[in-house]
């Protein structure tokens, strides 16, 4: 059986979760995400994030926290501006369409995009009311390519975003990973402070599934959970979510993981390095896309599993390794040695 | 803490499941449904209902659960029939509209659709193209007042749906519970060979989450992972879904659960039928609607928690009492003690 | 060729408007309702109705009127409420589930909501937030069954929905026929003061196609213009609404128009009457529903077209007569004569 | 008062049109697209299409056509691929997304869609069910830009979308001037074998509005009426429809309008190149964009009204001319002898 370098949710969940599980199986609980745990995790996070005033709703997955809050952010006329790498955009079988919504792709180097690419669909979209409007910029931190954006970079989103009346949200499914990556000088707190909806992601990092959804901006607080259920996102043992997220918040343990994930990625990445290869981005989270001969890939195909990215010669592929909570450090060992003989 | 009857979801897994999720914890699989144990399920699913012909997908809830079937099976004119007491009529937030169909919400004295139902809602949509065209039969066994269908009566429903060109999707969240009732003779074969598509229940019934979509029609399986993707439903980690349809199905626990709460309802049936009361209807599954006066409930609300459904006159209520697999015996001996003293 | 009393929408229009369409035939104007007949015509409504701060839409039809009102006006988590007999649930092929909003459809003796309709609806709908939010009122006047609102039952309704937060919406497909009608006390005025938004209808009255949207609620009016224009009900020509409204609103024939189809029908209606004849309902507007037996239904057929409309005993059944502005006085001549003689 | 090159709907409809109008007005027709005039037009395309198993019906304008035809077609999971100029893609509000579904936007040199722009799509999203499955190719013809499609282009994509499965969708707003164009090959009866759905536009080619669509793919003819209704596209009196379409197609009028608006562009056209103007594409149909600098654009507008389209450097601007079946060749005189005294 070969080692799964492939995704971040190849294993269950962190064994803290499964022990939570079990400790408060038989407890009667209220429903719907009203259970005792479910109220703790949203307080954990409202004091982590330091913004007592935010909500804090927990669903299964990516795609639905992002079909629910940008449905239930938009009015019809409505539009969401991502990068043309943007979950949303590309890889969520157009959820957000089906829900009546254009989402505009801009294309961006790094994943991450920047108030000019914002200002330049604003500016092509001027023929009202012939053409949509745009109201939400929907940004992944870290982003599906691995990058992760600066407090400055947030901030200019954010200031961007007030000046034109858009709301910002950020994809946190790989919240973690960005805010535990080597350079990132972002904080919880300054997320919650910028954005006006964010999520913090379980399902990568440590949950058997779960995404928490915080809406930091009051004013759009209401009613959301009318929206959740119709929907189809809400558990009727919202307990599920509530005991994994405030295990995974309790303590330290979901940036324990998410840093556990980077740094496995940083030490193959920097295998890597020294074998010579070009990246196809400079990541410093759990992501990286190592440019490889095909003979290359060939010899590490023997005994991991891994995707092959994109064809960038005859002769050479970028290949994707994504390291998570539980990668297993001995595993990163042997890869490391296979790569310094792959020659 | 008082005991609670509200609801069949106060609880967490079956232990057996717990243990599952333990065991294969570290297990790497792959995401999306595509994991060992979903296959694995899937087949004993199309073992048990003899319907090898079958597909099976897994999702998070009813609700997920009834927008992608039916939006998966609908053209955009296309309606689907209902009882009012239909669980997508009335308690799911408009879930079904939010996709673009209209459901048509038909009284009955006992939560259970009858062809001559169907009849009339056809007869009144006959001004083609002003008028939506039916498509789908919606009906919930066990019904969401507790009562089930015979064989007989599915069998009725099949017939007609076939004649008239209509799809009959059953939503079996509670379908263990049917299935396990005392007077029931139907079987999971019987369901997959009259049924265009149904579901399997978990969340109700031992999982911590989780139905069972099964489609029966071959001519609606192609493509269904589109819809399951788009509507949000596609778990990462589908293997939690898998391991616990799994460990449901691979001897008669999921039987033997529904028949647990099942026979610890009768019990207090009884008790309520010996002190006298009359019920709302006559069920024989894991609700039941006893009558009592207001000094009653009261008294019986102090030691129990239960949802007083229904004000027959200004003495008298219907309270509604759910049992599930987790239902404790002794607590139940408690409550018949009390049933038996409440004067 | 048989005389129809079909439907009120069987010529075109009235000369007076294919005058105006001549006699403006090739001024250039801008398009898009920016028009000056458009802007000239909604100053007339906004004269008319005493209601200086409304804002007026032209759109083609009222099917597309009811879609654009409603889905621009609601959330997705919320609903309308209409009368069963109401266009928009019976007779629109579920446009406006296809916008993604339930329709209640209230069962009523006479196609009227009243305030105890709408109270039970809430009633049903307290179990936040897995039951969709009530939000707007939908009513038509004239109803589908030729009744109408008198002044004190639009107060009440708009007492009661200003009480709960709820929006009024008139559906005046034959709004004429209503403020023309024999016992009316309702004026344009009123409507515009109790209602958040109405529609004056066009198509049935005069036009070859139009109703003129009135938006007298000042917090729903901006931006209304995306709401046409993606729904597909924006005329590149506005001007061929405008010019029409224009031509019926600068002087009376709007009204004069209507009060000539009602007077028609009373005309028929009376002689139903003298002839013994029961009626569905007892209505004033241009619509009638007498009762007959099948060997008058054929007598009347050889020369009149009709539909039959309702079986009431297996020797009777209800036609419905409707009328129109374009109703020939010397047809109606004739078809009293055949009623009087049709035994 | 200026002279107007904005648009080619500036004006009512072509006198025969009115004529025709006035002639039938008091006929009794039958509603909803069912008069004789709509059955007779239909027939008359059929016959210019030598397509006689084609089905057409009639709505009030081209983003209605889109609406309908497309959200018709698709399945929920299924997207549309348009050129980035595309009118639904950009100039409709996000109608085609309000209906559930996404459009590709592919960007191109003269607004036409060749087959290596759609395989490139299709390359894009082989990762199923996580992508939208492709299903219509949008094409217009005339394009929004002025260019056409010829023969040879046309049965290219005609057969690539047959070998991949797709469906070739033509929006023919502006049909009659692109069959007219110098240089065209293309004949209606080569739109109606190599598309599955197209339509032929009436409002910008002297009809007061309307757009005929012709289904020529068999397999999604029924129904269709369904679409139409919901989507709020039925007028009520279809005779005003039929009425101009058959007017227009009884003989050659509909393309000798067509070839007068073309025919007084390339006029305009002629004249600016004999000033030494470039173009920001070469266009044969109806509308031009030449370049000007600011001072030349500054002299055109002191008598004619046209949209500075695109700034192309700081002195100059390309203009946007578009004339129509109403352009007077008077007033096109007038425009060529100052655009040759620009300077």
Known sequence: MKYSFKNDYAEGAHPRILEALLRTNLQQQNGYGLDEFSLAAEQLILNLSKSPNSRVHFVSGGTQANIIVISALLRPHESVIAADSGHIF?????????????????????????????????????????????????????TEVGTFY???????????????????????????????????DLTLEDVASLTDVYYLGGTKNGALLGEAIVINNTEVQDEFGFHIKQKGGMLAK?????????????DNLYFDLALHANTQAMRIK????????????????????????????????????????????????????????????????????EIEEMG
Chains 1, 2, 3, 4 share one sequence.
Request: charge should be neutral; hydrophobic fraction near 35%; proline fraction near 2%.
């Open 90 to 142: 590309t890889n969520e079988t157009g959820a957000i369409e089906a829900t009546g919504h254009k989402v505009h792709g801009v294309p961006t180097a790094d994943g991450k995009l920047r108030t000019d690419d914002i200002l330049k669909v604003l500016e092509q979209h001027t023929n009202k009311p012939h053409q949509v409007k745009q109201k939400i910029v929907y940004i992944s931190n870290a």
């Open 150 to 184: 600066t407090k400055r970079e947030l901030q200019d989103l954010s200031d961007f975003c007030r000046r034109y009346n858009l709301y910002l949200f950020m994809d946190g499914a790989r919240l973690g990973n960005a805010l535990t990556a080597t350079g990132n």
């Open 238 to 250: 919202g307990r599920l979510l509530g005991i994994q997220f405030h295990e995974l918040l309790r």
């Open 270 to 337: 920097e295998a890597f390095q020294e074998a010579g290869c070009t990246f196809l981005s400079d990541t410093y989270t759990n992501q990286i896309f190592p440019v490889l001969t095909n003979n290359q890939i060939d010899k590490l195909s023997a005994n991991f599993d891994f995707y092959v990215w994109k064809k960038v010669s005859e002769e050479k592929s970028a290949i994707r390794i994504i390291t998570s909570w539980a990668t297993v450090e001995d595993s990163v060992d042997v890869f490391i040695r």
